[in-house]
């Protein structure tokens, strides 16, 4: 069992930059490979970045070349770094992991309760 718990959202202006943080629980933290997705109001739960246990990251469109995933396999700890921010990124972003190979919102086997990220104009 891996309990996921994101933190570092909040309220970030249009060109600014917020950090977020999923911390887990369990021994075997650097098996997994983890993922954020985020999930707009009135809108589907969409992927943002995966971080694969062997050190492969992967980055939506819409996200690439502004956002950085990372991980702290010492401290059980993912982060997403946002740079550049936009209106349009605003959502609730959560944290999730998988035993497997593939990062998609149908096959993560753990999700945290997420951290909400408001991004103003």
């Known amino acids: 069992q891996v309990q996921l718990v994101e933190s570092g959202g909040g309220l970030g202006q249009a060109g600014g930059s917020l950090r977020l943080s999923c911390a887990a629980s369990?021994?075997?933290?650097?098996?997994?490979?983890m993922g954020w997705f985020r999930q707009a109001p009135g809108k589907e739960r969409e992927f943002v970045a995966a971080h694969g246990w062997s050190g492969s990251t992967y980055y939506a469109d819409s996200v690439k070349g502004r956002f950085t995933i990372s991980r702290d396999n010492a401290k059980n700890t993912v982060y997403l770094e946002m740079n550049s921010l936009k209106p349009e990124d605003t959502a609730v972003y959560y944290c999730a992991a998988t035993s497997g190979v593939r990062v998609r919102a149908d096959a993560m086997d753990y999700w945290g309760k997420g951290t909400l990220v408001t991004v103003s104009s």
């Open positions: 369990g021994r075997t933290f650097s098996r997994y490979a």
